[in-house]
T-cell receptor
Framework: DAGVTQSPTHLIKTRGQQVTLRCSPKSGHDTVSWYQQALGQGPQFIFQYYEEEERQRGNFPDRFSGHQFPNYSSELNVNALLLGDSALYLC?????????????FGPGTRLTVT | GQQVMQIPQYQHVQEGEDFTTYCNSSTTLSNIQWYKQRPGGHPVFLIQLVKSGEVKKQKRLTFQFGEAKKNSSLHITATQTTDVGTYFCVPGNQFYFGTGTSLTVIP
């Protein structure tokens, strides 16, 4: 049973460029959330996707957008990259129904903006 | 989003000593989750607490949810080097991680 997978593992981009990060949820999960984690900080919630729609959003600008596909996998897109976007981007999957809010995290994508 | 504060921010203990981290909210929480993140790793779900006054144990780890559901704690008995990492509390339906407590265990 595969857990949450993310690609790529590492990425280096130049300021102003655009980037797409990918996530495949744990088998059986239908909800994907994205987090940004700067060095030494806790994960910051970006947004959550369920049924191919953004359901909740954290305090991130419109440069951050996403998509969820019919197979529940998801993409995070960041436009007009800033140096401050350098961080570990974590994807977490969960099951919408039920009373548990348990999230399974992927290993993350380390983005460096130069 | 709902914010929680964790104390302490950092804790260094000798191996074998006990460790406790506290999570405090100004508002009543419907439930709370605890996660552990090892250095260089990703957060791993530990437990979810739902009921007022609930206490759950996982081997050397004891989790409590306050009677008023505004605070929670994680206690580790006789720490080991494998306990090193940052412990986060998360209001269950809010997706907002607390500030975390970074635990260092000195062998």
């Amino acid at each position: 049973d595969a857990g949450v997978t993310q690609s790529p593992t590492h990425l280096i981009k130049t300021r102003g460029q655009q980037v797409t990060l990918r996530c495949s949820p744990k088998s059986g999960h239908d909800t994907v959330s994205w987090y940004q984690q700067a060095l030494g900080q806790g994960p910051q919630f970006i947004f959550q996707y369920y049924e191919e729609e953004e359901r909740q959003r954290g305090n991130f600008p419109d440069r951050f957008s996403g998509h969820q596909f019919p197979n529940y996998s998801s993409e995070l897109n960041v436009n007009a990259l800033l140096l401050g976007d350098s961080a570990l981007y974590l994807c977490a999957s969960s099951l919408r129904q039920g009373s548990s809010y348990e999230q399974y995290f992927g290993p993350g994508t380390r983005l460096t903006v130069t | 989003g709902q914010q929680v504060m964790q104390i302490p921010q950092y804790q260094h203990v000798q191996e074998g000593e006990d460790f406790t981290t506290y999570c405090n909210s100004s508002t009543t929480l419907s439930n709370i989750q605890w996660y552990k993140q090892r250095p260089g790793g990703h957060p791993v779900f530990l437990i979810q607490l739902v009921k007022s006054g609930e206490v759950k144990k996982q081997k050397r780890l004891t989790f409590q949810f306050g009677e008023a559901k505004k605070n929670s704690s994680l206690h580790i008995t006789a720490t080991q080097t494998t306990d090193v990492g940052t412990y986060f509390c998360v209001p269950g339906n809010q997706f907002y991680f607390g500030t975390g407590t970074s635990l260092t265990v000195i062998p």
